[in-house]
């Protein structure tokens, strides 16, 4: 089951920041979207919607936030994420 990284709009620098929380979901996104949009006329599992109230944090400004908007919480799939220098695929040796 793929592991989604939770982001966050951040209204403060029109930025996103991560929260450094994972949920756990199947079926989801294929690329990043906000649980409004991709819950939109669906049930939300307990860990997606445990995420509201989650406690956030601006790095360029400081303040402190917590999440009460699924506009606002995005869903960032493994693949949007650069791969680890191991995860590259291997040249194949020209000779
Ligand atoms: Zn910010």
Partial sequence: MPAYEIYFR???CQREHTIHTKIHLNPGPDRKQSLAEF????T???QASSLQGHRAFCLKTGRKFKL??????????PANRAPLPSQLPLIPDAT
């Fill in 39 to 42: 819950f939109v006329g669906r």
């Fill in 10 to 12: 951040c209204g403060d």
């Fill in 68 to 77: 009460d908007n699924n506009e606002q919480i995005l869903l960032v799939p």
């Fill in 44 to 46: 939300m599992p307990p």
